[in-house]
């Protein structure tokens, strides 16, 4: 079946750093990948997209990457701060047009 | 309207009671999606709305549960019988039907079944 999966471990890293989370998927190519923040106890927030035929995309401090070949996108937080503190979502459409399938997400920690 | 909203935000139950939650959606967005999301987990798809019409309901959906969306804003979720494993966040989310990619999502109802 479809998966998005990403690593479960929380990822620690000191302030200022480059934070990179990996989003794997499995037994299918999604013509997209997306990235989400979720703060405990609130709703997803959509930050970035990223098509197939798309290498890289940014947006101010974030920059997403896709490989086709690897099954496999990355998500750096530049010059990381405190603030960016929250579990990251990778997620995909799956299965039918409307259907998004999410990974179980990666808590990150900025640590000052 | 700023946003995507749900109430209640909290909701403690005891086990076989029903419970309903509401969702209203950012005005003028046509598809409303139904998720549900347990500690550690992803969101995990539901069901859809397009206007009035629920177009497709995931397995996940036992018929213990109901989704509504009667005039094509509002929708409700009415979970019967609960059960301790419906214990869970319920999340709500809306899209533009040419921009259905990107959605938006509300802050989410969060049960607990005693």
């Keep these: 079946s479809q998966k998005i999966e990403q690593n479960s471990e929380a990822l620690n890293i000191q302030e200022g750093k480059t934070a990179t989370l990996t989003c794997n998927y499995t037994n299918y190519s999604p013509a997209y990948l997306q990235w989400y923040r979720q703060d405990p106890g609130r709703g997803p927030v959509f930050l970035l997209l990223i098509r197939e035929n798309e290498k890289e995309k940014r947006k101010e401090r974030l920059k997403v990457t896709f490989d086709t070949t690897l099954k496999q996108s990355l998500f750096h937080i530049t010059a990381s701060q405190p603030a960016d503190s929250a579990t990251y979502l990778c997620a995909s459409l799956g299965g039918s047009a409307s259907k998004i399938i999410f990974g179980s997400g990666t808590r990150l920690s900025i640590r000052p | ?114």
């Design chain 2, 1 to 114: 309207d700023t946003g995507v909203s749900q109430d209640p935000r909290h909701k403690i139950t005891k086990r076989g009671q029903n419970v309903t939650f509401r969702c209203d959606p950012i005005s003028e967005h046509n598809r409303l999606y139904w998720y549900r999301q347990t500690l550690g987990q992803g969101p995990e798809f539901l069901t859809y709305f397009q206007n009035e019409a629920q177009l497709e309901k995931s397995r996940l959906l036992s018929d213990r549960f109901s989704a509504e969306r009667p005039k094509g804003s509002f929708s409700t979720l009415e979970i019967q019988r609960t059960e301790q494993g419906d214990s869970a966040m319920y999340l709500c989310a809306s899209s533009l039907r040419q921009d259905q990619e990107t959605q938006y999502f509300g802050p989410g109802t969060r049960l607990l079944v005693l």
